[in-house]
């Protein structure tokens, strides 16, 4: 009878705002995480980041101090892609470019053991897209985190056809032992579930702004007000990152060949200026050092 290896230690490829967030939920479920980036400065952002967003949590009672400075000694940081061999899983969360992360995978295969479950947390980029370049296909998948990972509670895991019943199911577990709900997918689709549902009132979003019938301000206001949605599409895409937006939909262009899917003209003159979102400072909105709106602040 073959024993299933147990996930003891967790590993996270990327230091920006979901590997960050990623880490620090697996940390929190008493898990020892090792948060891996190839930049110094990116790690250190990083552990910033979520102080200051751990610290908020701590102040407003929504966590005790104690439960926080257990979950910091659980992560170590380091830029060394070899720290990770010891990790029982490894997930997922750079730029979402194919050829990057087929190299990142591609690396990590040669350095962790068999039992090792390999997950990228992307949304478009599905993991049968990467498994010709790992040893063991039958243990990857995608196991897909939503932004804000430490406020959002679902997760998709989806099984590819390389994808084993038992990764699978181990990958299920896991999510339910960090206090998330998971959500199998049994076969592959670009986007997912909820990003394909979300990628429609995007488009139209970005269609009704870009021919004139609304400003984006009025559009989101549309989305809280009558569809009860907490936040609006262009305040969304500057929450997520617009570069993400604009990756994803030039990745979903490449497949498709459709010029329907390529990314709108207005996210990528915003991505051309650098105006990323939140993370930059503007993007369809104007933020402070401290990610908030300025005409909210004003």
């Known amino acids: 009878m073959v024993t299933v290896q147990a996930i003891k230690t967790v590993g996270v490829v ?25 930049e110094h400065k990116q790690l250190g952002e990083s552990s910033q980041t979520l102080r200051e967003l751990m610290d908020k949590k701590v102040r407003k009672g929504r966590l005790p101090s104690e439960e926080v400075e ?29 050829e990057v992360k087929r190299e990142l995978f591609y690396q990590l295969s040669q350095i962790v ?7 990228t947390n992307s949304s478009t980029i599905v993991s049968s897209k990467l498994v010709d370049v790992v040893s063991y296909p039958e243990k990857m998948c995608n196991i897909h985190f939503f932004n804000p990972a430490l406020v959002m509670d679902l997760v998709e895991v989806v099984q590819g056809e390389h994808t084993s019943g038992e990764t699978a ?7 339910r032992s960090i206090r998330k709900t998971p959500v199998l997918l049994k076969k592959e689709i670009s986007g997912f579930i909820a990003n ?17 019938y609304a400003t ?57 200026k650098g105006e990323l979102g939140r993370k930059t400072g503007k993007g369809f909105y104007e933020y402070n050092e401290q990610g908030k709106r300025i005409e909210e602040t004003v």
């Open 14 to 38: 990327g230091a920006g705002a979901m590997g960050s967030q990623i880490a620090m939920v697996c940390a929190l479920a008493g898990y020892p995480v090792i948060l891996q980036d190839i």
């Open 196 to 212: 394909r549902i979300l990628g429609k009132l995007m488009d139209e979003a970005v269609w009704l702004y870009e021919n004139g």
């Open 113 to 119: 053991p068999r039992h090792t479950v390999l997950a």
């Open 216 to 272: 984006h301000e009025e559009i989101d206001l549309v989305c809280k007000k009558a569809l009860n949605h907490p936040i609006g599409p262009f305040a969304l895409m500057d929450l997520t990152g617009i570069d993400v937006n604009y990756f994803v939909r030039k990745q979903r262009y490449e497949e498709s060949g459709d010029p329907k899917d390529k990314p709108a003209s207005i996210v990528a003159d915003k991505v051309a």
């Open 169 to 175: 199911e181990k990958c299920m577990n896991f999510v």
């Open 70 to 98: 257990d979950a910091f000694s659980n992560i170590t940081y380091t830029t060394n892609l070899n720290d990770l061999e010891s990790a029982d899983i490894i997930i997922e969360a750079i730029v979402e470019k194919l």
